[in-house]
């Protein structure tokens, strides 16, 4: 007989809904192109709290075919709602990988600009691959989500872990930095869109191979008091952008006048500038009007992708 203090069975989970953050680079120093197409890159990698906002759900699993993906996106056209798209990917490569599929559809609320450099489509899928472990109850430990999901791309394991990490090689060889606590970021994203992979094409290997390598305990040192005082960091792909876009590099440049921290995100086209407190965001007024721009003002995250609901 059942004790009545004992918990009730619960019933199978169906969905699940999740943020997924977008993410800086703090800093950003290409290496060496690689054999497999990549680059290797030493990058400081920063989650914010911009999110996309996904429902996945279970419509009915099984096992020895491969899913049936649905994709909704939510506005129209913010993001592809087809096989292109990581998060359509990220089940897909699950199930391949697991054994285990079924009918799962995704309802993607976009908020995360797409090519901006911030990685929306990275951390959506990231975001993915954590639902599905938990709707197909496989309990993977992160590490092996972050092996599964670098397969997907090179900035999809940071957005299982979050925070703020070293990422080296492909940027998904990851090391725990002392969390960044401090700042306001105001990501500013114009009308300009880049694509990833051209933009490093571009970098002249030549004057990065000497670059020197992040030392750990005195950029935990920096961590401390950031963005008061100084930062080392810097964005080799800015040498590559900038010159191509004037418009640009003038945003960056007011930017830099005002804030202590202000940088290219990732490969852009967005830019990001780091304030200590919303009283030194009171000079942005004519920055941002002077510009057709989609602005976000945004505190660092201190996790990757969340479950918001059981």
């Given amino acids: 007989?059942?004790?009545?203090?004992?918990?009730?069975?619960?019933?199978?989970?169906?969905?699940?809904?999740?943020?997924?953050?977008?993410?800086?680079?703090?800093?950003?120093?290409?290496?060496?192109?690689?054999?497999?197409?990549?680059?290797?890159i030493e990058t400081i990698l920063q989650a914010v709290g911009l999110f996309d906002s996904l429902k996945v759900e279970l419509c009915e699993p099984w096992r020895g075919r491969p899913p049936r993906v649905e994709l909704s996106v939510t506005p129209p056209g913010a993001a592809p709602d087809d096989a292109t798209n990581l998060a359509w990917q990220?089940?897909?490569?699950?199930?391949?990988?697991?054994?285990?599929?079924?009918h799962i559809r995704i309802d993607l609320d976009k908020v995360?600009?797409?090519?901006?450099?911030?990685?929306?489509?990275?951390?959506?899928?990231?975001a993915v691959l954590m639902a599905c472990d938990r709707l197909l109850e496989t309990g993977l430990s992160a590490p092996e989500l972050e092996a599964m999901a670098a397969d997907l791309g090179s900035d999809v394991p940071f957005f299982i872990r979050g925070g703020t990490q070293l990422g080296r090689g492909r940027g998904t060889d990851l090391t725990p930095l002392a969390p960044i606590r401090g700042g306001r970021f105001v990501?500013?994203?114009p009308t300009l869109s880049l694509r990833t992979a051209s933009v490093y094409e571009h970098v002249n290997l030549g004057l990065t191979s000497r670059s020197p390598k992040v030392n750990i305990r005195?950029?935990?040192?920096?961590?401390?008091?950031?963005?008061k005082g100084s930062w080392f960091g810097?964005?080799?792909?800015?040498?590559?952008?900038?010159?191509?876009?004037?418009?640009?590099?003038?945003?960056?440049?007011?930017?830099?006048?005002?804030?202590?921290?202000?940088?290219?995100?990732?490969?852009g086209a967005a830019v990001f500038?780091?304030?200590?407190?919303?009283q030194g965001l009171a000079g942005l007024g004519e920055i941002i009007d002077g510009n057709a721009l989609t602005v976000h003002i945004v505190d660092p995250h201190p996790r990757g992708a969340v479950f918001t609901e059981d």
């Fill in 218 to 227: 005195n950029t935990e040192a920096l961590i401390a008091r950031f963005p």
């Fill in 1 to 40: 007989m059942k004790s009545e203090h004992m918990d009730p069975v619960r019933p199978p989970r169906r969905s699940v809904r999740m943020l997924a953050p977008a993410k800086v680079n703090l800093h950003l120093e290409v290496l060496q192109r690689r054999e497999d197409g990549y680059h290797d």
């Fill in 90 to 102: 990220a089940v897909e490569l699950f199930c391949r990988r697991t054994g285990l599929s079924g």
């Fill in 112 to 126: 995360i600009p797409c090519e901006a450099g911030l990685g929306g489509g990275s951390s959506d899928a990231a």
């Fill in 234 to 267: 810097l964005n080799r792909l800015e040498d590559v952008v900038l010159p191509q876009h004037p418009a640009l590099h003038r945003l960056l440049l007011e930017l830099r006048s005002q804030a202590s921290v202000a940088m290219l995100a990732g490969s």
């Fill in 273 to 278: 500038a780091v304030f200590d407190d919303d």
């Fill in 187 to 189: 990501i500013i994203k």
